[in-house]
Antibody
């Protein structure tokens, strides 16, 4: 069965960076894009972008261009999302979500990683 | 970007009643590339519908989706106790992918 296990909660100061990991199992890691979606407390969802684990090609939402970096390590079926220059409004739960290569809806979700940005 | 507006924001219903949730897009959604999710407190979203009207695996048939272009809806034919949650629509036909603000279905 598909499992997506994310790294634990983080507390960061404004201006710092955070790197969240997502270890995938139960499917062919390189066969599906990996997206990152975040949800601020009491808010809706925000798509950040995706990485193609097969070749490392990325597509970031314009809002996050220059601040987000998505990478992967195919040897351990793990995707990473690093967000820099953190602000208080980056406080959110961050999810990794795989999708097919042509239709970006999300059958499976990681358990979420809470990132709190506070001075 | 395509803005998705969900209505109502909250609906109060009793078990056994029918729920109809709306999702309106600011521009046409390509190829009916619209999904619906259910989310309960402290949990990740659960996929219910994709392609506007196709049920995801394991989703009960009391959930149905319809619509095209800019107007979509999710119907729950008879509410079960476990259906009280927040429901979100998402369009994936045009980048950036966007989500609606959600409709909370609460017990009356």
């Amino acid at each position: 069965q598909v499992q997506l296990v994310q790294s634990g909660a983080e507390v960061k100061k404004p201006g710092a960076s955070v790197k969240v990991s997502c270890k995938a199992s139960g499917y062919t890691f390189t066969g599906y894009y990996m997206h990152w979606v975040r949800q601020a407390p009491g808010q809706g969802h925000e798509w950040m972008g995706f990485i193609n684990p097969k070749n490392g090609v990325t597509d970031y939402a314009q809002k996050f261009q220059g601040r987000v970096t998505m990478t992967r390590d195919t040897s351990i079926s793990t995707a990473y999302m690093e967000l820099s220059r953190l602000r208080s409004d980056d406080t959110a739960v961050y999810y990794c979500v795989p999708s097919g290569n042509w239709a970006y809806y999300f059958d499976y979700w990681g358990q979420g990683t809470l990132v709190t940005v506070s001075s | 970007e395509i803005v998705l507006t969900q209505s109502p924001g909250t609906v109060s219903l009793s078990p056994g009643e029918r729920a109809t949730l709306s999702c309106r897009a600011s521009q046409s959604v390509s190829s009916s590339d619209l999904a619906w999710y259910q989310q309960k407190p402290g949990q990740a979203p659960r996929l219910l519908i994709y392609g506007a009207s196709s049920r995801a695996a394991g989703v009960p048939d009391r959930f149905s989706g319809s619509g095209s272009g800019t107007d979509f809806s999710l119907t729950i034919s008879r509410l079960e106790p476990e259906d009280f949650a927040v429901y979100y629509c998402q369009q994936y036909g045009t980048s950036p992918l966007t989500f609606g603000g959600g409709t909370k279905v609460e017990i009356k």
